[in-house]
């Protein structure tokens, strides 16, 4: 069981980078997912994170979560909503991490925010250039199987980070490796992500 007074700082960060990159992919689901974990007593929450295990905050992520699950997986509507989820994800990755720090120096903590920030960034980026590949196909199974192992991943990885820290910052640095060397895909499709939304939301062809 996490002892987050006396967890080593290598593991911390760890746990940090998996919970951070989860935000990116899906915030709902790893809000709920961390809501639940706590609350059934399979992992503490540090105190400034405990409102997390209420149960209004795990029936609103509960309820928003699903409907992401259908919002992303209606072609047009879904580059709104993401483009938009640019300024959820971001935010409450960089609240999760300041949150779990605050045991740490108030620069370290900074430090935390800004890593999580930049981590799920990085990831919703991924996310983004990947979705942007897969749309322009005409069937719509390969986009909502992307969909689902999206949330999937989310899950899984706010579950391993919690039991295996080491394990999911592999896994999150290797992924992250492969988003730093595909970076200019990733700028381009933040691009278009925020250009189709805003055509969309101004009824203009994408």
């Known amino acids: 069981m996490l002892n987050w007074l ?6 911390l960060f760890a ?16 809000v709920a997912a961390l809501g639940l974990l706590a609350r059934f007593a399979h992992v503490p929450l540090p105190p400034a994170l405990l ?7 795990i029936i609103a992520s509960t309820v928003l979560f699903v409907v992401e699950f259908f919002a ?14 640019t300024f959820v994800r971001v935010p ?9 720090t605050r045991q740490l120096t108030p620069a370290q ?22 979705r942007a ?10 986009n909502i199987t992307l969909s689902l192992g999206e949330d999937a991943l989310a899950l899984a990885l706010t579950w391993l980070a919690t039991r295996h820290p080491y394990a999911a910052a592999a896994f ?7 988003i730093v060397v595909m970076a200019r895909l990733v700028i381009r499709a933040f691009r278009a992500l925020f250009r189709g939304a805003e055509n969309e939301l101004a009824g203009r062809p994408a």
Do not use: C, M, R
């Not at 409450?92 to 779990?100: E, H, K, R």
């Open 6 to 11: 006396q967890i080593p700082l290598p593991e």
């Open 15 to 30: 746990i940090l980078a998996a919970i951070a990159f989860a935000p990116g992919l899906n915030v709902y689901a790893t």
């Open 51 to 57: 409102l997390l295990e209420t149960w209004p905050v």
């Open 72 to 85: 992303d997986k209606i072609p047009a509507f879904d580059l709104v909503w993401s483009a938009l989820h």
């Open 92 to 100: 409450i990755a960089a609240l999760l991490a300041y949150g779990a």
């Open 109 to 130: 903590q900074l430090l935390a925010a800004l890593l999580g920030a930049a981590i799920a960034l990085a990831a919703h980026g991924g996310k983004t250039a990947l």
């Open 133 to 142: 590949a897969v749309t322009p196909s005409p069937e719509p199974f390969s």
């Open 172 to 178: 999150v640095f290797a992924l992250l490796t492969i």
